[in-house]
């Protein structure tokens, strides 16, 4: 196969799977000479690349819009630091997003699911993506110190800058006047809170009580910090739920084992997350001149780490495009590796066991509408936006 690799092809982006099986059997380390970046799509090149602290930084951005669009240094988030700075503005954060205190929101999550099912049982139908995306929101709304009503409208603006058109490389001018408007919006969410200080234990809290190495943190900085958790707070796990029911529904046999067997749900949405990963590219800068494969990569050079294609590798799955509710692996990318794994990776893994727990035990034989679905295609991420269910209407008893 004449392979021509770009990550911004549109039509490479509806349909990546052949080109990427090709890139990884004859040409992993892909120079991309439009930008002189690099992309890597075997899993394990991407594995220990994440596990690289010599030669890779995450400094100069991690989305491909970043690398190769905007030679701008990023924002100073934690997801755009190396160590040790990296960990100590993590750790600003990190102690909600444990697997102790994760457990602790079971209710919580539970309640939120039902509440924002509700109005849909009478109507006999649901867009499995539309809830999880609610039920996100509000968790992380929560975690953030925002209301939902806020973190919603944030959401939107964040939806009208991620949007891509046809023939446009990155972010549109509708995109651009979104992020001017969030922008803004925050900002002035962030001089409120300076004014009348949120709740203690939130993020906005400890962002603006942080005290790194002498260092407060900017109202920009808090910005970007609020941007980027809202992003990956409230993305992938809609899509990897939605994912989840429509490839079930594709082997009806194994849908009626999960319904079955509730406790196979976990498994159910890891393997999901697998074969349609919805962060679809991020990536590094190199630091240091070093040989991959025979090639070159130099210090300054973009590389992109291609999850959705390291997923689907038979070198480290079998038969790497089937989904296979109890496949096991070693190893697993879908939530990232090494310093910068996901830090919310096992809020989504917990939200979206409930969710689906509460599709299956409140809708009955529901029916998943394929045809109907729709995907989101983007460099960044990709996977389904909309995903109708259909069921039997139910009356909603008093709760």
Avoid at 158 to 186: N, S
Avoid at 345 to 365: T, V, W
Wanted: net charge negative; charged share 25%.
């Amino acid at each position: 196969m004449n392979i021509k690799y770009n990550p911004f092809d549109e039509k490479l982006l509806q349909d990546p799977w052949p080109t990427y099986h090709a890139m990884r059997d004859q040409d992993p380390v892909y120079y991309i000479e439009e930008f002189d970046a690099w992309a890597l799509t075997r899993f394990d090149d991407i594995w220990q690349a994440s596990l690289d602290k010599t030669h890779y930084t995450a400094s100069h951005g991690t989305s491909p819009e970043v690398l190769l669009l905007d030679k701008n240094l990023p924002p100073k988030v934690f997801l755009f630091m190396d160590p040790p700075e990296h960990r100590q503005h993590r750790n600003l954060i990190a102690a909600p997003y444990t697997p102790m205190n994760i457990a602790t929101l079971e209710q919580q999550i539970r309640e939120t699911t039902r509440a924002v099912m509700a109005p849909s049982l009478e109507k006999g139908e649901l867009d499995v993506y539309r809830l999880s995306s609610h039920v996100a929101l509000h968790t992380i709304a929560k975690f953030i110190g925002l209301s939902f009503e806020q973190i919603f409208h944030i959401r939107k603006l964040i939806d009208a800058f991620y949007h891509r058109e046809p023939g446009r490389m990155g972010t549109t001018e509708k995109g651009q006047q979104a992020f001017a408007e969030a922008h803004l919006y925050i900002h002035e969410l962030i001089k409120t809170f300076r004014k009348t200080p949120p709740a203690e234990n939130t993020h906005i809290y400890n962002w603006l009580n942080a005290d790194v190495n002498d260092t407060v943190m900017s109202d920009d900085e808090i910005f970007f910090s609020i941007f980027a958790l809202v992003i990956t707070g409230s993305d992938t796990l809609p899509m990897t739920v939605a994912a989840t029911l429509y490839y079930l529904s594709q082997q009806p046999a194994v849908m009626n084992e999960v319904r079955a067997s509730p406790e196979l749900i976990p498994q159910a949405f890891a393997e999901a997350a697998r074969i349609d990963q919805p962060t679809n590219i991020l990536g590094r800068v190199v630091t240091e001149d070093f040989e991959l494969h025979g090639k070159q990569l130099k210090k300054g050079q973009p590389v992109l780490f291609l999850y959705a294609s390291a997923n689907r590798d038979d070198r480290e799955f079998e038969n790497p495009d089937e989904y296979q509710l109890h496949r096991l692996s070693k190893r697993n990318l879908s939530f990232g590796a090494g310093l910068h794994f996901c830090l919310g990776q096992h809020l989504a893994r917990f939200e979206g066991q409930i969710i689906l727990e509460e599709i299956f035990a409140s809708l009955g034989d529901f029916e998943v509408d394929r045809a109907k679905s729709t995907r989101a295609f983007g460099e960044f991420l990709q996977g389904f936006n909309h995903l109708p269910i259909y069921f039997a209407p139910q009356v909603c008893s008093e709760q």
